[in-house]
DNA sequence: TATAGTCATCGAAGCGGTTCGACGATGAAT
DNA sequence: ATTCATCGTCGAACCGCTTCGATGACTATA
């Protein structure tokens, strides 16, 4: 393996030469910058990544952390980890990917030992014991998901409580009169899933304002219990005549539940839901649904982060709940 | 940050001392090891990874490379990746995930950078371009796919063939004549995903020899193609009775499909298929199916990759396929 | 013509660990 | 009573790179 001091015997110059003939931080003749750039190709030279984070304190790392619960539905986290990914590596950042279960531990372990720059954190939740640990850390996060406590955090998410009246809106403005929503699983509210009660309050706010009927409910996260609600919910409230669905795994399945009880859409019952472009396409998702957009969510917290890992201390911190889109897909009438 | 030199002068010691105390290389007396001890606790000190990694040229770090392509279904990768990381994590080590477009170029990037001691390929097909880049690099890998060539190299997959044949005596042994195949889409045997092929052309041989009609197909990998195709091809072959589907995204929307067509499963029509078991879950498929057992595929590449880690050149090169487990779900009469 | 900047380069120190060889103090074996 | 190992610890060197301050050679300024 060729350092940095072979580079330097070849070109015939000290290291440091060659050090700041690749950082480009000191003026170098176009002679020396030559033999430089001859030798390190000879040599095959390239940066220990190791070595130079040692000396710069900079590892050019983003720590991603996700935890797996059973009550999620796991192809919609990929969204995220994809969008969180590309950004990174657009500026210049890999990811380290964590995924263990001891979630605070993993923060602490990853940070304290130095090996990122910064951390994302996934799907945080409304007392997130994560936070702790980041909190503690030296390097800054960036949250996906709502905590109870925002201080001197960033944090990105959806405007669920927005989400939830754009459709709402769209339905009572197309007549309806009584709404049947589908939430998430009970566990997924009693664990701090903010999303998820975010969404259902302002779902029900806004009907009530309008004085018309709405009625929530908890879906389910596995089959067969997922059928079995979901045939369960229609079945109580017959004179509905739309349904929301805020539940990635019961979406999923929507389509042949709904076709086994003989229920056309949108003549028998208008369906809107919230799910991003590429989910919808996995699942040939044809309804009219707000955007959960991962890929934008994902961006601007890594660029977030990267701009306060770059001037600490100077970033203020923020929380952006970026906007819902609406977009069509004639499952309404 | 606390340093092993700060440490060291807490405890009064030697920077060595507490280095070996830390790792157990050479005794240390008890009661140098509590007062060694104490000042770590005293301090918050944890080992700089980038420091360590500099000193012992091992990061403990593997290297996680994959891509996505249009015509695969994101969703089954996840499976991959999360038994990866798992599994990385229970030997000590961590996943540096990339996802770059550029394959080769990535590999080359962290193996040369010496970001990681090793790297698991997933996807790979038949004529990988980022074997080269593997070839060259300084530590090994562990690949997750068919190569054409796998001279040198540890691979990992589902024995397609297999899976292939059990599926097609499945079908005969129930008294099946007429069967038809979804195989992946076209896109993917250009691209030389030879578990494609490897799964068709065992198939048709299997029903050949049993003197059985198969058709072959390829599916779509988008919306709405997906139905579409699905749609075409049953119609193509209304006399067939059973049905193979090799195709994660034609699988998800399976049910529906058949609905639609009014097609009841195993009454009208058997089908057999190839998931892994979460995949079936996430998806609510009722399909007597092969496992394709990411987890197991993925648990498996680390273990022989971090082995293959710790002794350079002891290890022979391996290609491993795990046999295929047939789940009876009941889909077929 | 003396003076002050630039420009291009070098040497040395430092980042935070690990590891090798040495060394004094013990205890066991001869 | 010597000799030999073993035990526990230390100092120094090294891993590969960055960066600060210094230096000599030029060029522009007064």
Tied chains: 1, 2.
Aim: charged content about 20%.
């Amino acid at each position: 393996m060729a350092t940095i001091g072979d580079v330097a015997r070849e070109a015939g110059v000290s290291r440091s030469t060659v050090s700041y003939a690749l950082s480009g931080k000191r003026p170098i003749s176009l002679e020396t910058r030559d033999r430089i750039d001859r030798a390190i190709h000879k040599l095959g030279f390239t940066v220990n990544a190791g070595a130079r984070a040692l000396a710069t304190s900079e590892t050019m790392v983003i720590g991603l952390l996700l935890q797996f619960h059973d009550d999620e539905f796991p192809p919609a986290m990929l969204q995220y980890i994809l969008a969180v990914s590309t950004s990174a590596r657009e500026l210049g950042y890999d990811i380290l990917m964590v995924t263990d279960s001891d979630g605070p531990g993993a923060v602490t372990r990853i940070t304290s030992s130095n090996m990122v720059d910064g951390v994302v954190l996934l799907d945080v939740t409304h007392e997130d014991p994560r936070l702790d640990a980041l909190r503690a850390a030296r390097q800054p996060g960036a949250l996906v998901g709502l905590p109870r406590n925002t201080e001197e955090l960033d944090v990105f998410d959806l405007d669920f409580g927005e989400a939830a009246r754009m459709l709402v809106d769209h339905l009572y403005g197309l007549g309806h009169r009584e709404i049947v929503l589908l939430s998430p699983p009970r566990h997924v509210f009693d664990r701090g899933g903010a999303y998820a009660w975010r969404f259902r309050d302002a779902a029900v706010e806004r009907a009530a304002r309008y004085g018309i009927q709405i009625h929530p409910n908890y879906g389910e996260s596995q089959q067969p219990g997922i059928t079995r609600s979901l045939n369960a919910i229609l079945d109580a409230r017959p004179q509905a005549t739309a349904l929301i669905v805020h539940n990635d795994a019961s979406i999923a399945v929507l389509p042949s539940v709904l076709h086994d009880r003989g229920v056309q859409v949108p003549r028998d019952l208008s369906v809107v839901s919230l799910y991003s472009q590429d989910f919808g396409r996995s699942f040939l998702l044809p309804y009219t649904a707000v955007e959960t957009s991962p890929d934008r969510l994902g961006r601007e917290a890594v660029q977030h982060l990267v701009r306060r890992m770059s001037n600490p201390g100077d970033v203020p911190a923020v929380a952006k709940f970026i906007e819902p889109v609406l977009t069509i897909r004639g499952s309404t009438a």
